[in-house]
């Protein structure tokens, strides 16, 4: 047997190790969220959503599917149930942090990036979707005792929305 299938052999060997040794999951940082967050539920524009996540920070099924993770436990790409669509969408990381998510809407891709203050806080989000691109300022935030925001406004072309969140923690 030569050494690249020793290797292989080792490799996949050791994945199923790796996978129960993983208990951490960055789900609930993907939702601008921190802490042992049970539900989020959060309401905007007139529509209200509660996404569930498990003790060890991954979204339960039903929100998204198809979840590929890296070795840390960062979400890559899944598919979002969004009005009865599934939805491929795809996430970039930087130092722990969400910096981009691209989502695949009606084969259209729609590339989001995220700027952060020093505090971690999003200050804003640019979207390029198209070659159409355009600046979201957040505002306004409030925050609860455990530092997640409950409340920011966000200013999309002229017009100025408030979202609000409320969570339930294990």
């Not at 190790?17 to 960055?26: G, L, P, R, S, V």
């Not at 959503?49 to 599917?65: L, Q």
């Not at 920011?152 to 339930?168: D, I, K, L, P, W």
Request: net charge negative; charged share 20%.
């Amino acid at each position: 047997m030569d050494m690249k299938k020793v290797l292989m052999m080792i490799a996949l060997m050791a994945m199923p190790f790796a996978m129960q040794a993983q208990t951490k999951f960055h789900d609930v940082e993907a939702n601008e969220a921190k802490g042992n967050v049970k539900t989020m539920t959060i309401t905007m524009m007139g529509f209200t959503r509660t996404i569930e996540f498990s003790e060890d920070g991954k979204m339960k099924a039903g929100e998204i599917t198809d979840c590929v993770y890296d070795d840390n436990g960062y979400l890559l790409s899944a598919k979002m149930n969004m009005q009865g669509q599934s939805v491929p969408v795809k996430f970039e990381w930087t130092d722990g942090r969400l910096t981009g998510q691209t989502l695949n809407v009606m084969g259209q891709d729609m590339k989001s990036n995220f700027n952060y203050d020093e505090k971690g806080v999003v200050t804003s989000a640019s979207v390029d979707m198209g070659g159409q691109k355009m600046e979201t300022p957040y505002t306004n935030y409030q925050f609860d005792e455990k530092g997640n925001w409950t409340s920011r406004t966000m200013s999309v072309m002229g017009q100025e929305m408030t979202t609000t969140r409320s969570f339930t923690y294990y």
